[in-house]
């Protein structure tokens, strides 16, 4: 039986009505926790689980998959309306979302990334129910030497994104790569940055790092400004997209997936570097690349259907390989020992019922998603009518209990203001902030890959180039570089 | 609706949505084994072993009828000791209870942390498993023994890959295994992983010459072929696997992965048998042998005192291992 008869099957089993409740009940929970900073799906789903010890393995996990996808939905909300983003994969969100925002834009920006997200994960669980054991089957063979290559990239990337002064811009990723640095050392247990701090040793969320360095920071500068401000409110535009903005948008949601599908399907993939590639990618493709930064729509766009296809990508490695590549994985994974299923290569054989359903409701969910949050844009796009002072008093309180959310210490909340007053201090000195909360997510990801690919090869340079795959993008990247001082040569 | 009343109103939905579920507070008459009002503190992430472990036990302990209402929250960090800290610091609180494992004993050591087990108390030991080693279906390695005689001659050309950190079960696993082959454990090419799912991929692709993590995540993996199973650590063989324990190898060195639990320390008399006893009625409790099974956990009972000389040897064993590494 070929997969799309499997897959008939799957909406045979997931369109039952009780399911259908599950998944509605998913997609709400979902998008109520994306909102709020700190409390991310992982930590969900983990609460959830004892719950649901009563209910059917089916039933569990439609639901589960549906507060996956939704908080993926709902997460981008707080990021562009607030500058708070709620998880780590709608930092990206925030860049061009809340200058959108601001300038009266906020519903569009809003329907772009719940659009973003809907053709993403669309796109993304196309991709599942097509090429799920090839794409596991190459998942496994990307080792360190082609992550850190990947990374290495990604860095060569970054300096698109540095900014009108290139001191400047370094300066931001120093900052970024030093937060990144904080904690204890993987490899050898050696603390670093720490000051002895137990509360320091695991390193600093990326969560509190964005919302410190954007909402704090914002905040922070917009009191000190206040009163020399105009303190209009923000105005309030139209409530749809426009033909021009669609004309604009297509591109990015279609993009978005073949970036963030790939690395959400391998081992050490994640959300947050697809959609930091897929924002590079389209400020370089843009036909408006000045907007970029002021509030450009493919910049919610593009990463935003990044994100969604990820999510996607990582449930092939979990259903093919039992790999979990994301915190969320993880926990279903668990779910799936509690209710005495085995993850890996046989799931597809031993419970079709389930994985099909499962699929086939992760289509419905974003279905019911999408028709949830688009009527909904306008509505929350309204909050930014409330005055300036009670508005970013608002954003001041959420940030705070989002950073206590992480991890329930009162310290996050002291390291929230502190990266605050860094965040303030940029803005003072015309400082990016991209380049930190970048340096912040890649730098630690790069030093681990990096530094295992060494260790593998016990020492040897030769393990950093040792792959097809590796060679393949530094030759790529040689070329990106070379190329405009080829043409220079040339004139 | 009015601007203006929208924030508060959204707020206030939030607040009547979320916070009931944050705060519930357990009640109930004090009978028999119930402690009303305990807590179980989880000192890593949801999802993580220790959470798996206290939330199955929480709820087991519930439908048996021994407690009411148990609360299990989560206060991760620093591999575990960040909890430890607290714990050790609500001294005489006959109200709390901790769930830990071998690799609290580990990070205790790597965090140099202010608080020991030996500060807090040891209510019992539950559970255990034992590490296995695994190769890819394309490795050349057939049986342990080959496998061992190529990392006896040149231990830095075969890197071997675990999921925990420096001075996790993971790690110790295969420095343990080092030191019993007469393998100086420095030079041991250890390979960490960000978990037993990352080191899988690692493994099934060839990255590393072999894994050394829990059976969890590759009982699959194993029973499909795609992985070989060359040893597992514990006593004993697991049931269903024709794999030799370390033992049989030649390799004379047992290992396993236990978890616990812990109370703060300062307890009366009576506050700690209660605790005792009902961690005792809960490893008889059907729900809990049920509870075993389906998780693939072994049972490892061992009340208080003993636990407490237990958990001093393993702590004199992980020192050893992490001193000679020269942390």
């Known amino acids: 039986m070929g997969s799309f008869g499997s897959l008939l099957d799957g909406f045979g089993t997931a369109l039952s009505p009780l399911n259908l409740m599950w998944a509605a009940l998913g997609v709400l929970l979902g998008t109520a926790i994306g909102v709020l900073p700190g409390i991310g799906p992982a930590m969900a789903v983990a609460l959830l689980l004892p719950v649901t010890y009563g209910l059917d393995p089916t039933a569990a996990f439609i639901m589960f998959a549906g507060i996956y996808y939704g908080g993926m939905f709902g997460g981008s909300t707080t990021s562009i309306l607030l500058n708070t983003p709620g998880e780590s994969a709608a930092v990206i969100a925030a860049i061009e979302g809340n200058p959108m925002a601001k300038s009266g834009r906020g519903s569009q920006a809003l329907a772009a990334a719940a659009i973003g997200h809907f053709a993403g994960g669309m796109i993304g669980t196309v991709l599942l129910v097509l090429l799920a054991p090839t794409v596991a089957k190459l998942a496994v063979d990307i080792g360190a030497p082609d992550y850190f290559a990947i990374m290495v990239l990604a860095f060569v990337a970054v300096t698109s994104v540095l900014g009108a002064s290139r001191v400047r811009g370094f300066a931001s990723l120093l900052i970024g790569l030093t937060l990144g640095l904080v904690g204890l050392d993987q490899m050898t247990g050696q603390q670093r940055l720490t000051f002895g701090s137990l509360q320091l040793a695991d390193g600093i969320d990326v969560v509190i790092v964005a919302v410190g360095l954007f909402a704090i920071g914002e905040a922070l500068w917009v009191a000190a400004h206040l009163r020399r401000g105009s303190g209009t409110a923000v105005p309030v535009g139209r409530p749809w997209l426009g033909r021009a903005e669609l004309r604009r948008t297509w591109k990015p949601w279609l993009r978005g997936p073949l970036i963030g599908f790939p690395f959400g399907a391998i081992p050490a993939g994640g959300a947050e570097i697809p959609t930091f590639l897929s924002y590079v990618t389209e400020k370089r493709l843009s036909r408006h690349r000045k907007e970029f930064g002021k509030g450009a729509i493919e910049g919610v766009a593009g990463p935003e259907s990044a994100a969604s296809a990820s999510a996607a990508g990582t449930l092939v490695a979990m259903l093919t390989l039992g790999l979990p590549t994301t915190a969320v994985a993880a926990v279903m994974l668990a779910a799936f020992q509690q209710y005495g299923i085995q993850p890996g290569p046989l799931l597809f054989e031993r419970e079709p019922d389930l994985v099909w359903g499962l699929i086939a409701s992760l289509f419905i969910g974003m279905v019911m998603l999408l028709v949830l949050n688009l009527p909904l844009a306008p509505v929350w796009a309204r909050l930014l009518r409330i005055p300036r002072p009670y508005l970013y008093a608002g954003i001041l309180f959420f940030a705070a209990v989002g950073a206590y959310a992480v991890g329930g210490e009162p310290v996050d909340v002291v390291i929230l203001l502190l990266i605050g007053l860094v965040g303030l201090m940029m803005r003072r000195y015309g400082l990016p902030v991209l380049p930190a909360i970048i340096g912040a997510i890649l730098g630690p990801a790069a030093e681990q890959q990096l530094r295992r690919a060494l260790q593998i090869s016990d020492g040897s340079l030769t393990g950093l180039v040792n792959t097809p795959f590796s060679v393949t993008v530094y030759g790529v990247m040689a070329l990106l570089l070379a190329w405009p001082l080829l043409r220079r040569l040339r004139r | 609706m009015r601007p203006r009343t929208l924030l508060p109103s959204l707020t206030a939905l939030a607040a009547t949505l979320l916070i009931p579920p944050l705060l519930t507070t357990s009640s109930g008459a004090e009978t028999g084994t119930n402690i009303p009002g305990l807590r179980f503190m989880v000192p890593n992430t949801p999802g993580g072993g220790y959470d798996i472990t206290a939330r199955t036990a929480a709820k087991n302990a519930e439908d048996a009828g021994l407690v009411h209402n148990i609360e299990v929250f989560n206060l991760p960090g620093a591999g575990g000791t960040v909890g430890l800290s607290r714990l050790v610091s609500e001294r005489g609180n006959g109200k709390l209870a901790m769930s830990m494992g071998l690799g609290v004993v580990g990070a205790v050591h790597t965090n140099h942390a202010p608080s020991t087990l030996a500060d807090a108390t040891p209510v019992a030991r539950l559970t255990e498993e034992p590490d296995i080693v695994v190769v890819p279906k394309k490795s050349r390695y057939r049986t342990f023994a080959q496998l061992l005689a190529d990392w006896r001659k040149d231990p830095g050309s075969l890197p071997v890959g675990g999921g925990s950190s420096a001075g996790g079960p993971d790690h110790l696993a295969p420095m343990l295994m080092a030191r019993a082959a007469g393998i100086a454990p420095r030079s041991v090419n250890y390979v960490p992983y960000d978990g ?72 009366s008399e009576s506050e700690r048998t209660r605790l005792e006893r009902l961690v005792r009625e809960l490893r008889g409790s059907p729900q809990w042998r049920e509870s075993l099974r389906r998780n693939g956990w072994d049972d490892a009972y061992l009340p208080g005192a003993r636990y407490g000389r237990f958990l001093a040897r393993e702590d004199q064993r992980v020192a050893t291992v992490l001193k000679e590494l020269g942390r």
């Open chain 2, 196 to 267: 037993g799912g990352e080191l899988l991929a690692s493994v099934l692709g060839g990255k590393v010459a072999f894994g050394v993590s829990g059976l969890g995540e590759y009982r699959d993996q194993i029973e499909s072929g795609e992985l070989r199973l060359l040893a597992v650590t514990g006593k004993e063989r697991v049931r269903g696997f024709p794999a030799p324990t370390l033992r049989e190898a030649g390799l004379d060195v047992e290992f396993t992965n236990w978890r616990g639990v812990m109370a703060p320390p300062g307890l």
